[in-house]
């Protein structure tokens, strides 16, 4: 598993780290071989984030997470021997923010916005319940198998 960080706003090792296992699990349960994968990792001001919602997403307002997949399936993915993913884009003030009205850690929500992102990346959308449904029960694997449960 390759992850690309910017230079700026860089999370400490120990994020990273849970960073790196949590898209290893959620790309081999879609029988992708984390070897061959890549994502790139970005972490915005709530103004670049704002603006990044407004051009790509057509939503005026900050976000947490925005996810750009390179992949319109996994079916898509397995045919090449190298996989970028995508781009994931971050705002760390935004997730602090989260973190305090959940009641857990900054750690926690920056690695669970990962996760909820990587899950875009692969094809995952939560606009039906029934695909909300599916989505959260595999975040909620990913997180308790990083143990960053709730």
């Known amino acids: 598993m390759n992850l690309i960080f910017s230079d700026e706003r860089m999370p400490g090792q120990t994020i990273i780290d849970h960073m790196k296992n949590a898209a290893e699990l ?6 992708l071989d984390p070897e061959l994968i890549e994502i790139s990792v970005t972490f915005v001001s709530t103004e670049e984030i704002h603006e990044l919602n407004r051009v790509y ?6 976000t947490d997470v925005l996810s750009f997949p390179q992949y319109s399936s996994v079916e898509e993915m397995q045919k090449n ?9 971050i705002c760390p003030e935004q ?8 009641g857990h850690s900054a750690e926690r929500e920056l690695v669970y916005l990962f996760v909820h992102s990587v899950l875009h990346l692969l094809g995952y959308d939560h606009v039906e319940d029934e695909d909300k449904r599916k989505m959260r029960t595999r975040e909620e ?3 308790s198998e990083i143990g960053l449960e709730r």
């Open 95 to 102: 997730a602090l923010l989260q973190a305090d009205e959940f």
């Open 26 to 31: 959620c790309v081999r349960e879609e029988n």
């Open 141 to 143: 694997k990913i997180m």
């Open 57 to 62: 997403r057509n939503n005026d307002s900050v």
């Open 81 to 89: 021997m190298f996989i970028s993913l995508g781009d994931v884009v």
